[in-house]
């Protein structure tokens, strides 16, 4: 959908006219839930079902707040990941049997008893990206990493967007996003090495405490 488009059909989403809510969910509610099923190990398909309502009943009662800065999907996908990373949060304090609690690096899995265990040498972002168990991790990481990277990495990543689709949803040409997108990763290796490292330190003989 053109940019046009899509700023008129948030419009009339607006006016409260509901063939265009229609749309809008049909448009992107499987694009929400793949993207939520993707961000972690630990939620499962019927968990990212519930996350996109979530993030569709957010999004029904802030619409008023999209101002069209970004692409509508990003605007859906940054919901939906902070809708997801609540989600992870009350499922995991529950599982401890305690109230709601900051979800911790260092906390132990409440099935296993094991605490995440970061390998020695650190992947790069790329393959750790694909690696689903280090999810959350990379997720703290780009949420410092924020701004157009974190979206452009989000979009290819945990959207599962080619670079034409990515291309579209920032206008950019390919070109363009393929040399962002290496310069982001660059970026994200900085920012998520000290991450795994501290992970790391968490659980190592010289330190038997954080176990």
Known sequence: MSSTGESELVARCRRGDARAW??????????VGRYAFQ??????HEDSDEIAQETFLSVIKHIASFHGDCQLQTWL?????NKARDYLEKQRAAKRGGGRQPLSLHAEDP???LTLDAP?????????LLKTERA?????????LGGPCQE?????????LGYEEISRSLKLNEKTVSSRLSKCLDK????ARPIFAGENAAVSPSNPEAR
């Open 22 to 31: 229609d749309e809008l969910f049909d448009r992107h509610y499987a694009a």
């Open 39 to 44: 961000l972690s190990p630990d939620i499962t």
């Open 77 to 81: 996908f940054r919901i939906a990941g």
């Open 111 to 113: 099935e296993t008893g």
């Open 120 to 128: 020695s040498h650190l992947p790069g972002p790329d393959g750790a």
């Open 136 to 144: 959350l991790l990379i997720g703290h990481a780009l949420e410092r």
């Open 152 to 160: 452009i990495i989000e979009l290819r990543y945990f959207a599962d």
């Open 188 to 191: 994200l290796e900085e920012i």
